[in-house]
Structures are given as structure tokens and as C-alpha cells.
């Protein structure tokens, strides 16, 4: 078991790019979330899979984002057309169940 | 949606004394509540979590108790010692209407050795 993997580490971008983050969860957890941290405030909820199935998504995931978990292994979220806004710390956690995520590293996004 | 709020936003005690975060809740039907602990450059990481059904629970110098009437929550950290400094967060969901969890803001702990 070594823990919920993400990459890249941190991303820079020029606005308007487009950008794609990985995450390999733990695997036997079938549980997939994606959250958004920025400076000084707690993650936000992005969106959440069980197994393959994007069971919830945040309002706060506009049509820029797209979030797949192909087979129900790891996970990609892309994010089209950056803006600076956008910048942040991407983290992905997974679950087995319902309570208690094992999140990642994270992966800071720097659009300039 | 929930509402979380966090105090306070920092905090430094002495190595040796305890540490008190609070969080209070918007949603009288949230039923969990879980507590993490980031360092920096990490991601969050769970330190104890709490279900509406029990009002106190404790975990070696970490305990973490739920006024479900008032609405608030608070993590207690007795005899801190200086790898307890991190940004601590708390945040509340209900399982029976969605995955979410909410977080509150943090609480920036430093323990002076």
C-alpha cells in the first residue's frame, strides 16, 4: 500500500491551456474524490466516483472541468480553457467506505 | 448546503500544554464528523473522526467531542508536543444525502518547544 499517488507534483500553465492531473488511489479503495484547495481555506468538494459511475458533481465543477475513472482504477481530472482562478491545490482521496478519505499530495496548479 | 465554521484561525501553545479547535455547523442533519491534520506540502490526513450517535471519543492525547443540540464540535490535543504543529481542519457531511464533506477553514497550530 503506498497511499494515494498524484501527478505532477505542481503544474504551470499559461491561461488558456488546457491540463490534466492524475490519481492512482489506493487499490482496493472503490471510492474516488476530488477536491480543491486553495491558500488558507479547506478543500471543496469537486466531484466523487464509486468504481467507474461519477455519482456527484459539485457546482463548482463548471463545464471547463471533466473528471474519468476509466475501469475504476485511477483517475484523471482535465481542465480546459485555464483561467487564473483555477489556480490551486488539486487533491485526489479514495475510500473503502463511506467515512474517513486518504487523500494525496496534492497537485498545485500555477496558471500565469 | 452545510455551513463550517472553524476558531481559531491560529493558535500557539507551549509543548506540554492542550489545544482546543472548535467548529460549529449549519445542518442539524449532518451525522459525521471527521478531523485531519495537514503538514505542509502534504495532503490532509484523518486523525479521528466522530458519528452523531456518540457525543465524546477519544484516541491516545486526541479527543474530539459533538454537542449535536449546539450544533458544534471540538478536537481537544492534551500534553502537544512540537510534531503536533500543523493546520488543523474539521469538516461535517451527512451520509445519508451525499458524499460531500465540508470543511471549515483551519486552525493553524504551532507548539512552542
Known amino acids: 500500500d503506498t497511499g494515494v499517488s498524484q501527478n505532477p507534483r505542481h503544474k504551470i500553465t499559461k491561461r488558456g491551456q488546457n491540463v490534466t492531473f492524475r490519481c492512482d488511489p489506493i487499490?482496493?479503495?472503490?471510492?474516488l474524490y476530488w477536491y480543491r484547495q486553495t491558500l488558507g481555506q479547506g478543500p471543496e468538494f469537486l466531484t466523487y466516483?464509486?468504481?467507474?459511475?461519477?455519482?456527484?458533481k459539485s457546482r463548482l465543477l463548471s463545464d471547463r472541468f471533466s473528471a474519468e475513472r476509466p475501469k475504476g482504477s485511477f483517475s484523471t481530472l482535465e481542465i480546459q480553457r485555464t483561467e487564473q482562478g483555477d489556480s490551486a491545490m488539486y487533491l485526489c482521496?479514495?475510500?473503502?467506505?463511506?467515512?474517513?478519505?486518504?487523500f494525496g499530495s496534492g497537485t498545485r496548479l500555477t496558471v500565469v | 448546503g452545510e455551513n463550517v465554521e472553524q476558531h481559531p484561525s491560529t493558535l500557539s501553545v507551549q509543548e506540554g500544554d492542550s489545544a482546543v479547535i472548535k467548529c460549529t455547523y449549519s445542518?442539524?442533519?449532518?451525522?459525521?464528523f471527521p478531523w485531519y491534520k495537514q503538514e505542509l506540502g502534504k495532503g490532509p490526513q484523518l486523525i479521528i473522526d466522530?458519528?452523531?450517535?456518540?457525543g465524546e471519543k477519544k484516541d491516545q492525547r486526541i479527543a474530539v467531542t459533538l454537542n449535536k443540540t449546539a450544533k458544534h464540535f471540538s478536537l481537544h490535543i492534551t500534553e502537544t508536543q512540537p510534531e503536533d504543529s500543523a493546520v488543523y481542519f474539521c469538516?461535517?457531511?451527512?451520509?445519508?444525502?451525499?458524499?460531500?464533506?465540508?470543511f471549515g477553514t483551519g486552525t493553524s497550530l504551532t507548539v512552542i518547544p
Open positions: 482521496a479514495s475510500s473503502p467506505t463511506y467515512y474517513g478519505y486518504t
Open positions: 487499490s482496493e479503495h472503490n471510492r
Open positions: 466516483f464509486q468504481n467507474e459511475a461519477q455519482l456527484e
Open positions: 445542518d442539524s442533519a449532518s451525522n459525521y
Open positions: 466522530i458519528r452523531s450517535n456518540v
Open positions: 469538516a461535517a457531511s451527512n451520509r445519508d444525502t451525499g458524499n460531500q464533506f465540508y
